[in-house]
């Protein structure tokens, strides 16, 4: 990777120089540009101008894209200094993004299919408070992805072997000091670490077709069929509508058996490793320290198989990405009870699935919930804070006590009329949990309780 200038340090000392993305960066964004300029250009405008002259107006718009995109790369560039990622950018104006590693919440590399096509990836960086993805550089190869990753982790670790200026990666954590032993290598496709899971690809695809979307269509279908019969004719208007509703329809399950083909996970010291993707691959780090919650979900249909699918909550990963594959969630995609158990026992050390202290609600609670209240349960392990909803899809959140922020206990009319409040446990991620339809005199305990446990695991911290 070719170097960028020299930069200096706060006192005027020299650091170490600014390093410029791949070379084929601005192939790959002026390929991506051509296919907006073409989806731009509608069908009226070749029709007017003809097939030449349309073609000469793409080939123009895209060689002036690529040339932006030569010069913005050649003016792009990033080192760390002290304990920061400095990001430099800008055409006409110049601006220069410095990233406190500290506040660094996950980083992922990821490889759409273009970037796969040329050995290629890019890394996505994730801070408390961002409002977005940090720093996306875009592109670099995958060795030097990796070696990134891993040594913005090191520093946001505060471990040493990563100075500034100093060019040498350290060994993964859990390496071998000498080098010895079985390391993943770069690129090589497999999250390194100790392998916990793999979810097979058949699995996932029986999981998709065990659902609503997969169960309506062939009535969608027959519907469509029996309408055609009926009027014994098929209209373009009739034809596209139908496409466009099967699609929408099948776009959700074809869009996770996509992201969470292959998906792996392994541990690596206090992280965790993630990959998973088909036509975009990702290799997702998640430090365990950053997990705020983890979520258990039982589908109607996945409970004739045993299944569940487990996610987490990391906090400070941005919530205002309209695309919501970019967040670090998935834990397990689909798997049986004992591998959901060995999961969550090594993300949250010593809770067992099976053995959460859950109590149900008082049954005055069924004048609200007639149908779901004999589901409920709320419960305090040594732990994690558990609780457990849901009729059709059954729901199990576990908050660790060290991560709730702030504790709520409320009541609406129909509950104060039978002495019922509910408990609300928050989390510097957003969803944390709540204790629906307590007794009036166990909620406030409950309250009381969680926040005492809240403070001593934050002290013990």
């Known amino acids: 990777m070719p170097p960028g200038p020299t930069d200096h340090g706060p006192a005027g000392g020299e650091v170490e120089p600014r390093q410029r993305l791949h070379p084929l960066s601005p192939v790959l964004q002026g390929a991506k540009s051509l296919v907006v300029v073409i989806a731009g250009l509608s069908w009226s405008t070749l029709s007017r101008v003809g097939f030449g002259w349309f073609a000469v107006l793409v080939a123009v718009l895209a060689l002036g894209a690529t040339v932006l995109a030569v010069v913005s790369w050649y003016n792009t560039g990033y080192h760390i200094v002290g304990r920061e990622l400095r990001v430099h950018e800008g055409l006409l104006w110049r601006r220069t993004r410095a990233i406190p590693l500290e506040r660094l919440q996950a980083v992922e590399v990821v490889r759409p299919l273009l970037a796969q096509l040329t050995g290629l990836a890019e890394l996505r960086l994730e801070v408390v408070g961002g409002g977005k993805t940090e720093a996306p550089l875009a592109y670099l190869s995958v060795a ?46 497999e999250p390194a670490g100790r392998p916990l899971h793999a979810v097979t690809n058949t699995d996932l695809l029986v999981s998709q077709l065990l659902t609503p979307q997969a169960f309506l269509l062939p009535v969608g279908v027959a519907f469509v069929v029996a309408q055609f019969l009926s009027e014994g004719s098929w209209s373009f208007i009739a034809v596209a509508s139908t496409l466009t509703a099967m699609a929408g329809v099948l776009l959700q399950p074809v869009r996770r058996v996509l992201d969470d083909w292959n998906f792996r996970l392994a541990r690596e010291s206090d992280r965790l490793r993630i990959h998973n993707g088909l036509l975009e691959t990702r290799m997702q780090t998640v430090p365990l320290e950053r997990v705020q919650t983890v979520g258990v979900t039982w589908p109607l249909l996945w409970r004739m198989k045993g299944w569940l699918r487990l996610r987490l909550e990391v906090a400070g990963y941005s919530g205002g990405e309209a695309d919501d594959r970019n967040r670090p969630d998935r834990l397990l995609p689909v798997g049986d009870l004992d591998v959901g158990t060995a999961i969550v026992d090594e993300v949250l050390a010593g809770v067992r699935l099976t053995a959460l202290p859950l109590t149900p609600p008082p049954t005055r609670a069924r004048w609200l919930r007639p149908l779901s209240a004999r ?87």
């Open 375 to 461: 589901v409920l349960g709320a419960g305090l392990h040594e732990r994690v804070f558990a609780v457990r909803s849901g009729l059709l899809t059954r729901q199990l959140a576990l908050v660790p006590y060290a991560r709730i922020q702030s504790v709520r206990v409320v009541q609406g009319p129909a509950q104060r009329r039978l002495r019922l409040a509910t408990v609300h446990v928050d989390t510097a991620g957003g969803s944390g949990a709540a204790a629906h339809d307590r007794d009036l005199a166990e909620a406030w305990t409950l309250a009381a309780e969680l926040t005492a446990r809240a403070h001593a695991a934050r002290r013990a911290g």
């Open 144 to 189: 030097d992805a990796a070696r990134l990753r891993q040594r913005l982790l090191t520093v946001a670790a505060g471990m040493p072997g990563t100075e500034v200026g100093d060019a040498a990666v350290p060994p993964a954590a859990g390496a071998p000091a000498d080098g010895s032993g079985p390391v993943a290598r770069p690129g090589d496709g």
